[in-house]
């Protein structure tokens, strides 16, 4: 079973856009929900992260929103560039066990 | 600051043969995991270490796959033997005081 559920699978953006992807999640054990990117042939990489205790991180362009009642929690990327083309996963960590979950992850393709 | 290291990059082997796969974390960092990843999918976790101990290893299939990490520091993934369906990519990351994980770019493996 998918702890984490990450949609869209894939994404088209005109430069200039917002990029939104959204997650997904039922365990009420997870503490910490972090964005990653992952550019072709490289590990992934902690963009942004947040606590569930906040409802809104901005940093630059890119924005997680969080809905604890609803268990949801998004990724908006504003001024979307090419360079921001790569895939991108949520993820939530169970904080006692310090184990984490990732959904399966958004191809965004960001167009000149 | 030197981030994860993986070794080997790339691996090609035949069926049945071993593969062993080494991953030295960020200095300082106690807690070390390794992840499958799949194509177009996110990671998985198959093994995660305290410091020596491994205190997560569920996901590990047992019979074929085995991991140390010695002294606490780097640590070493091995499949005996391979099968066709290991072909994947093997994620090391770590982690220190705070809720962040780092990965390395990891060893991308190819069963023929």
């Known amino acids: 079973q998918q702890q984490v559920k990450q949609s869209p699978q894939s994404l088209i953006v005109q430069k200039g856009g917002i990029s939104i992807i959204n997650c997904a999640y039922e365990n009420t054990a997870f503490d910490y929900f972090p964005w990653y990117q992952q550019f072709p042939g490289k590990g992934p990489a902690l963009l942004i992260a947040?606590?569930?205790?906040?409802s809104e991180k901005k940093e630059g362009r890119f924005t997680i929103s969080f809905n604890k009642s609803a268990k949801q929690f998004s990724l908006h990327i504003m001024d979307s560039q090419p360079g921001d083309s790569a895939t991108y996963f949520c993820a939530a960590r169970v904080g006692n066990f310090n184990k984490f979950y990732f959904g399966s992850g958004t191809k965004l393709n960001v167009k000149p | 600051e030197a981030g994860v290291v993986q070794s080997p990059r790339y691996k090609i082997i035949e069926k049945k043969q071993p593969v062993a796969f080494w991953c030295n974390p960020i200095?300082?960092?106690?807690?070390l995991y390794w992840y499958l990843q799949n194509l177009g999918q996110g990671p998985e976790l198959l093994i995660r270490y305290e410091n020596e101990e491994a205190v997560d290893d569920s996901q590990l299939p047992k019979d074929r796959f085995s991991a140390e990490r010695l002294k606490g520091v780097d640590s070493t993934l091995k499949i005996q033997p391979a099968e066709l369906g290991d072909s994947a990519v093997y994620l090391c990351?770590?982690?220190?005081?705070?809720?962040?994980?780092?990965f390395g770019p990891g060893t991308r493996l190819t069963v023929t």
């Open positions: 990351a770590s982690s220190g005081q705070g809720y962040e994980q780092y």
């Open positions: 200095s300082g960092h106690n807690t």
């Open positions: 947040i606590r569930p205790d906040v």
